[in-house]
């Protein structure tokens, strides 16, 4: 009788591995796809005494991806998933490039993605009263987004610009709250990531509540040290609350000792 009349699809994968095809390396993925049954795999933990089988099932193309290397070691400093939750997290990720200056979101659109940056540097801005207006910088290994139209599906009310040429990895609301939903610590993760981007809008308010003009300044340096090398002192300025001239003054001011 035929093998494919007698054996799972799983199956029929593992042999193809052990065959040593490189059909993997070639075939579309919807063709062969490989991606779940992988994670189910790895799950069920039939691979979990194997490294050269553990290895095999990630296809070259994906393993050998800096990109989501970059992604993976971020999110192992957030929180260590196992194989069958990073899997599920990593595979709907798309990569697209920003040219400088390029939109990745208008305000007035829903913002329904969030992007891990993987180079180059994104500005988060409104426009009040005619003006520029920045509200946050995003560099490599962060997360940018829209996240009060992210959250609601509600249109945007700010841009996100790439100020120099970028690289994203994005992923869908959707795909992010289906990852959400499978695994406690999936769901974790979730939670970890709020908690960050509340600190970091609970930071920005203690700095303008709190801080001198000349001190938020000097801890953007502390905390950007590269900042006004890549940044426009315009947008610096704006980013601080103040007017450039005062920017200009600030950084003669600390010049001078």
């Known amino acids: 009788m035929p093998t494919f009349l007698t054996k799972s699809t799983a199956e029929h994968y593992l042999d193809l591995l052990k065959d040593g095809s490189t059909l993997l390396q070639h075939a579309p993925r919807k063709l062969v796809a490989w991606s779940r049954i992988r994670e189910w795999l790895v799950n069920a933990e039939v691979i979990s005494?194997?490294?050269?089988?553990r290895a095999l099932l990630t296809p070259p193309s994906m393993e050998a991806d800096p990109a989501h290397e970059q992604l993976r070691c971020f999110t192992d400093r957030l929180l260590k998933l196992n194989e069958g939750d990073w899997v599920r997290f990593r595979d709907p990720f798309r990569p697209i490039h920003l040219a400088k200056g390029e939109h990745w979101l208008q305000a007035g659109d829903v913002c329904g993605h969030v992007g891990f940056v993987v180079s180059g540097l994104i500005h988060a801005y409104y426009i009040a009263q005619g003006e520029q207006v920045t509200q946050e910088f995003y560099f490599e290994n962060t997360y940018a987004t829209s996240y009060v139209s992210f959250?609601?599906?509600?249109?945007?009310?700010?841009?996100?610009?790439?100020?120099?040429?970028?690289?994203?990895?994005?992923?869908?609301r959707?795909?992010?709250?289906?990852?959400?939903?499978?695994?406690?610590?999936?769901?974790?993760?979730g939670r970890l990531i709020a908690e960050g981007a509340f600190m970091r809008f609970d930071y920005r308010t203690h700095q303008f509540l709190l801080?001198?003009?000349?001190?938020?300044?000097?801890?953007?340096?502390?905390?950007r040290p590269n900042v006004m090398q890549r940044v426009p002192q315009k947008l610096v300025a704006s980013y601080l609350g103040i007017q450039p001239e005062s920017l200009s003054r600030i950084r003669k001011r600390i010049a001078k000792g």
Not at 49 to 53: D, F, G, I, N, V
Not at 151 to 172: K, N
């Open 49 to 53: 005494t194997s490294a050269r089988m």
């Open 151 to 172: 959250l609601t599906g509600q249109p945007s009310q700010r841009y996100l610009q790439a100020l120099e040429e970028t690289h994203l990895l994005i992923l869908s």
């Open 174 to 189: 959707d795909d992010l709250y289906r990852f959400y939903s499978g695994s406690q610590d999936a769901e974790r993760m």
């Open 211 to 223: 801080k001198a003009p000349e001190e938020r300044y000097r801890d953007l340096l502390k905390d």
